[in-house]
């Protein structure tokens, strides 16, 4: 039985917020330009993609990311609200591939696609512990 049987294509999540001076190029070091920054785009885009299937899966598993093709197309100053959506396009073995697009209050602004793998959490957090103690010998 796959462990995202219960994630299909079709599922979407969201995730808004107002865009503050935390959220800006020069504040996050991608830029001298006081606009919504990439990166934070890009972190609203994982959030949708969380807030359409962590709830989905079953106890002591969670997705991380593990890749992004996205297009920042449009600049968002302080002060707008942003809201990112990602809508399950294909679910693949442990796979799940996302469609993002993010709108400011007039534009769309970014959109591409984003995959996330779903894990076992205690499986995982023991491979980061045996690469923690490999590197300290």
């Given at each position: 039985m796959s462990i995202v049987l219960a994630i299909a294509p079709g599922s979407v999540g969201s995730k808004s917020i107002a865009v503050g001076e935390e959220?800006?190029?020069?504040?996050?070091?991608?830029?001298?330009?006081?606009?919504?920054a990439t990166p934070i785009m890009i972190n609203l885009f994982e959030a949708a993609a969380?807030?359409?299937?962590?709830?989905l899966l079953p106890e002591g598993h969670q997705s991380?990311?593990?890749?992004?093709?996205v297009t920042h197309i449009a600049a968002t100053p302080?002060?707008?609200?942003?809201?990112?959506?990602?809508e399950v396009i294909a679910v693949e073995g442990r796979v799940?591939?996302?469609?993002?697009?993010?709108?400011d209050e007039r534009?769309?602004?970014?959109?591409?696609?984003h995959d996330r793998?779903?894990?076992?959490v205690d499986k995982f957090d023991l491979?980061?512990?045996e690469k923690i103690a490999a590197c300290r010998k």
């Open positions: 959220h800006t190029a020069p504040f996050v070091g991608s830029g001298r330009v006081h606009v919504l969380l807030a359409a299937i962590e709830h991380l990311g593990t890749h992004l093709d302080v002060g707008m609200r942003v809201t990112a959506t990602a799940v591939k996302f469609r993002v697009s993010a709108r534009d769309l602004i970014g959109e591409g696609v793998v779903v894990v076992n491979r980061v512990q």
